[in-house]
């Protein structure tokens, strides 16, 4: 069954038109201009109960846009949407029973008062009955490591204590789906490695159907099975992870730290084809490779031969190159056909 479905969901916005200085203004009292911007297009989304889905693209490709018609909070300008079979617009307050809802760059938390004291309101508004509350606050505590924080007021929280307490705020009513808009930004790795886990877990044990927007690859490897990217409004795929990475992302690079100067034009001699030093320093190098042909414990061997590693890192493409990949995947299939 499908917990989310749209057919051809549009969002367009209408912003005014100002010429600029006061005459401008006068003008536009008068014969006021519009601009519109089409933020999404044509989205076909059918995700099943118990899928994670990662919601990928550049910024202003309209994750954030369709994650607000999904929950409710902005009315599709065309379009179908079903969330759990409801009309999250014109049914927002029983679809908000469905779904628990996380926005990395605001809180669900009332700034002031013991985030304890949120958690018991939101049970009251959510109306979720005393033992599941019980015991979802004893799960969540516990898995997030929330013990210290429950009597703190959510404004002297860091960043990252305060998205823990909120991932907890949004499954504390037992939803069935969550929607997390950008959870780990800003966070350090420790905290966005707790909340990979967090995630995983919930919807491993609990069957809760995760879609989420990052800009981190990291977490949708991770959390994600399958990844949905939106670019300029529209999907450019939908797929697994893994089928993106085999088709469009040919190279990976291996960043590595040496303990003493390395020697640039012996170490470039060093490198086959298909290896290639794409930046180098004194004593650091970043090596990127075709990961068809090598692995990374092959490329590793090669660069030891030529520099005394002392630390290395393997560094994933960000989402923007993936996203140019995919295009120009695209244009090779064209020109083939
Ligand atoms: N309320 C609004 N009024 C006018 N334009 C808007 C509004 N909200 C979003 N937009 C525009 O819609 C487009 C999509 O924005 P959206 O916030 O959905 O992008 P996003 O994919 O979430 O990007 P990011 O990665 O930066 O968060 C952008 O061009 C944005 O400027
Ligand atoms: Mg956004």
């Not at 990395?104 to 985030?115: A, E, H």
Request: net charge neutral; glycine share 8%.
């Amino acid at each position: 069954m499908n917990v989310i479905e749209t057919k051809g969901l549009c969002k367009s916005f209408r912003s005014p038109l100002k010429k600029p200085g006061v005459l401008g203004a006068v003008r536009h009292l008068f014969r006021p201009e519009h601009r519109e911007i089409v933020a999404v297009t044509e989205v076909d989304l059918a995700i099943a109960a118990g899928e994670s889905v990662a919601y990928v693209g550049p910024n202003g490709a309209g994750k954030s846009t369709t994650i607000k018609m999904l929950t409710g909070i902005l009315l599709p300008t065309g379009g179908e949407v079903r969330v759990n079979g409801l009309h999250p617009y014109h049914q927002r307050m029983r679809n908000s029973k469905n779904i628990g809802v996380v926005f990395g760059q605001r809180t669900q938390l009332w700034w002031d008062i013991p985030v304890i004291e949120s958690f018991t309101l939101l049970r009251d508004i959510y109306e979720v009955p005393e033992k599941t509350y019980a015991e979802n606050l004893a799960y969540f505590t516990g898995m997030l490591g929330l013990a210290e924080l429950l009597h703190q007021s959510a404004r002297r929280l860091s960043l990252g204590q305060r998205m823990r307490c909120d991932l907890a705020v949004a499954l504390m009513h037992n939803p069935a789906i969550v929607f997390l808009d950008e959870p780990t930004i800003g966070l350090d790795v420790a905290v966005k490695e707790r909340i990979r886990e967090f995630l995983k877990t919930v919807n491993r044990e609990r069957g809760v159907t995760i879609m989420l927007t990052s800009h981190d690859l990291g977490d949708i490897e991770d959390v994600c099975r399958r990844l949905i990217i939106i670019d300029a409004g529209r999907i450019i795929y939908d797929g697994s992870i893994q089928g993106l990475l085999d088709r469009y992302v040919k190279q990976r690079s291996i960043r590595i730290i040496a303990s003493a100067r390395i020697d640039q034009p012996s170490a470039a001699r060093a490198m086959p084809a298909g290896v290639e030093i794409v930046h180098a320093d004194e004593r650091e190098m970043t090596v990127e490779f075709d990961r068809f042909r090598y692995t990374a414990k092959d490329v590793l061997e090669i660069i030891m031969t030529a520099a005394e590693v002392v630390d290395f890192q393997l560094e994933e493409p960000d989402i923007e190159r993936v996203v140019k990949n995919v295009y120009e995947g695209r244009l090779e299939l064209e020109q083939g056909a």
